[in-house]
């Protein structure tokens, strides 16, 4: 007979197993020496314990599923249930029991992890479709086309919910882009339609300007060309590919007539510059007028020299404005020193000035006295607003009170 501390082998080669429930017979070995039995069972044994090792890796360090994993643990616990292996039996049903907690250990961790993922999805997916909602309502086409079409990547990548959640939300989504993509149609369709209009209407304002090219009616013609520059642009833009040709011809019209017609005006410059120096002239003599110190004087000299301007003719576009500018300045001046005469002169304006002045005064205390009273309310918002309307009275107080001033000068 041969032993060890977990079996052993009787003379008849049966061999057991020893257990916390007595001795368990393992099987008969009849092909050899007890000892070489007791080795066979032992290495069963041994067998048993590395796939449960390995069982225990595959748990703790893979994405073993529980189910699986219980498999595996049932298949193990079958061959240890059933004592044909020599060795601490008891242990190892120990080692599958704490692998079975852990596998329920892990199984609740995946079950929350999938109830946490399913919740970031849903999230994920609500914010999605309030962000689509808000870009329906958009008119930025091209901005909230693309970021539609963004969502719908993002909606890909996120895991599934449960079917009916998904459905839900999926169907405001697409809803929501639906009813984009139908309000892009319609405002490109009522485009389409306003530049075929601008298209017909500026083909007519081509074929005007094209008739008048050929016009000798200067004036008359020039400001015609002005008003139909001012339809065009009125008009709005036609398709792209007629803007640019409609555009050249109704350019070109207006080129060809406005060429005659600085042609004609050339013949016109030697008489225009003789007038400019003239009124050069003319505009140093009035110059020498200021300061104003005669009103009726001066009033009499400059109503001379502007019957003599008047009688001089055009001078060169070019020059006008500075030549003119000149003589306007001495003209603001004498009209100035009229009102000013005027106003000095007029008692029921000076009245209307000083009641003005008093009612504007009694505002601009009355305001003083609010925003006081605001800031010692701790208001704020109130004081500043007052604030504001304040520096507005105050400003028509000081001309108001200047206006006074001058009255009695």
């Given amino acids: 007979m041969s032993s060890d501390p977990w079996g052993r082998v009787d003379e008849t080669g049966t061999v057991y197993v020893r257990t916390a429930d007595g ?36 748990v703790k360090t893979t994405d073993l599923s529980a189910k699986d994993a219980q498999v595996a643990i049932d298949h193990i616990r079958e061959q240890v249930d059933a004592h044909h292996a020599v060795g601490d039996l008891v242990a190892l049903r120990v080692r599958l029991d704490k692998l079975v907690e852990t596998v329920e250990t892990r199984r609740e961790e ?29 008119d930025q086409w091209r901005s909230a086309g693309e970021r539609l079409r963004a969502l719908v990547d993002t909606w890909k990548g996120l895991p599934r919910l449960d079917r009916k959640s998904d459905d839900e939300l999926w169907h405001r989504f697409s809803h929501a882009r639906s009813a984009f993509s139908k309000r892009r149609k319609a405002h490109f369709a009522s485009l389409d339609a306003q530049r075929e209009d601008a298209r017909k209407a ?5 074929a005007e300007a094209e008739g008048l090219s050929a016009s000798t009616d200067w004036g008359p013609t020039a400001a015609r060309y002005r008003e139909l520059m001012t339809d065009w642009k009125s008009a709005g833009r036609a398709q792209r590919e007629h803007e640019d040709d409609l555009w050249n011809r109704f350019r070109g019209a207006q080129d060809v007539f406005f060429a005659a017609r600085s042609s004609v005006f050339a013949e016109r410059d030697a008489e225009q510059t003789e007038n400019l120096k003239l009124k050069e002239e003319l505009a140093a003599e009035a110059e020498k007028l200021l300061p104003i110190t005669d009103l009726k004087a001066a ?99 000081d001309q108001a009170l200047k206006a006074v001033q001058e009255f009695g000068g």
Wanted: charged fraction near 35%; proline fraction near 2%; glycine fraction near 8%.
């Fill in 23 to 58: 001795e368990q017979v393992v099987g008969s070995w009849q092909a050899g020496s007890p000892e070489e039995a007791l080795a066979y069972f032992e290495r069963k044994y041994e067998g048993l314990v590395v796939e449960i090792g390995l069982l225990e890796k595959r």
């Fill in 299 to 397: 009033r009499a000299a400059f109503r001379s020299i502007n019957e003599r301007w008047e009688a001089i003719g055009h001078v060169p576009r070019d020059s006008r404005p500075k030549v003119e500018g000149r003589i306007h300045t001495v003209e603001r001046a004498l009209q100035e020193s009229e009102d000013t005469e005027w106003r000095r002169t007029n008692p029921e304006a000076r009245a209307r000035a000083e009641g003005l002045t008093g009612q504007l005064q009694a505002a601009v205390d009355k305001l003083g006295g609010q925003i006081e009273t605001a800031r010692a309310q701790g208001n704020n918002a109130r004081a500043d607003k007052l604030q504001k309307e304040l520096d507005g009275r105050q400003a028509l107080l």
């Fill in 110 to 138: 995946r079950k929350q992890q999938r109830a946490k993922q399913s919740d970031e999805a849903r999230g994920a997916k609500e914010a999605l479709v309030v962000e689509a909602e808000e870009l329906a309502q958009s």
């Fill in 202 to 206: 500026k083909e007519k304002l081509v």
